[in-house]
């Protein structure tokens, strides 16, 4: 199971910390995915990280102000992002999956249940 915390209400040009953490499953055995769905859109592909966080990939919208890391010892996932825009409201979530690194949410297998993030500007 995977829990998705963090998210909130922040003003724009502000920052954040998503956090996913996983009970019942050993996260370093898993790619682990953030993805985000605005009202009225499709969920998209935010970052994804490989099983040692050596491999990252990161949505163009959010290179150079993301950064998505993972702590295998608390079995946890982490996106930090700065300079937040309102483009960056919606709820975000984060996936597992047990082979190599996707952006495509079909790809992955487990699922968090979602946490709201809006920016205010």
């Known amino acids: 199971q995977l829990q998705a915390s963090g998210g909130g209400l922040v003003q724009a040009g502000g920052s954040l910390r998503l956090s996913c953490a996983a009970s019942?499953?050993?996260?370093?055995?898993?790619?682990m995915g953030w993805f985000r769905q605005a009202q009225g859109k499709e969920r998209e592909a935010v970052a994804w990280?490989?099983?040692?966080?050596?491999?990252?990939y990161y949505t163009d919208s959010l290179k150079g102000r993301s950064t998505i890391s993972r702590d295998n010892a608390k079995n946890t996932v982490y996106l930090h992002v700065n300079s937040l825009k309102s483009d960056d409201t919606a709820v975000y979530y984060c996936?597992?999956?047990?082979?190599?690194?996707?952006?495509?949410?079909?790809?992955?297998?487990?699922w968090g249940q979602g946490t709201q993030v809006t920016v205010s500007s």
């Open positions: 996936a597992a999956r047990r082979e190599g690194g996707s952006q495509y949410a079909y790809d992955y297998s487990y």
């Open positions: 990280i490989s099983w040692a966080g050596v491999t990252t």
């Open positions: 019942g499953v050993t996260l370093s055995h898993y790619v």
